[in-house]
Nanobody
Framework: QVQLAESGGGLVQTGGSLRLSCLASGSTGSINLMGWYRQAPGKQRELVAHVDRYSNTFYAESVKGRFIISRDNVKTAVYLQMNSLNSEDTATYYC?????????WGQGTQVTVSS
């Protein structure tokens, strides 16, 4: 069994930065893809970014150039550095990992960007 624990959300002003962290525990050896989704009120959950064990990354167009995803394979952790935040980034951010072919989710961490 694998569990994901997120941290780092909070309240930040427009233009500010936050760093999210997600640490996997348990049988983490079979995790390949790790990343982040987000869900704003009244909207569908959307992929923000993900990274595989070889550090190949993918970013949603809306965050390219502002967010940086990174991964520590020793710790089985994934991080999301979020810069130049704006109100459209306000959402609950969920860490996810693909365990074999099964997606696993963290409990979510709230990010609120105020003007």
């Amino acid at each position: 069994q694998v569990q994901l624990a997120e941290s780092g959300g909070g309240l930040v002003q427009t233009g500010g930065s936050l760093r999210l962290s997600c640490l996997a525990s348990g049988s983490t050896g079979s995790i390949n893809l790790m990343g982040w989704y987000r869900q704003a009120p009244g909207k569908q959950r959307e992929l923000v970014a993900h990274v595989d064990r070889y550090s190949n990354t993918f970013y949603a167009e809306s965050v390219k150039g502002r967010f940086i995803i990174s991964r520590d394979n020793v710790k089985t952790a994934v991080y999301l550095q979020m810069n130049s935040l704006n109100s459209e980034d306000t959402a609950t951010y969920y860490c996810y990992a693909v365990y074999y072919v099964t997606p696993l989710w963290g409990q979510g961490t709230q990010v609120t960007v105020s003007s």
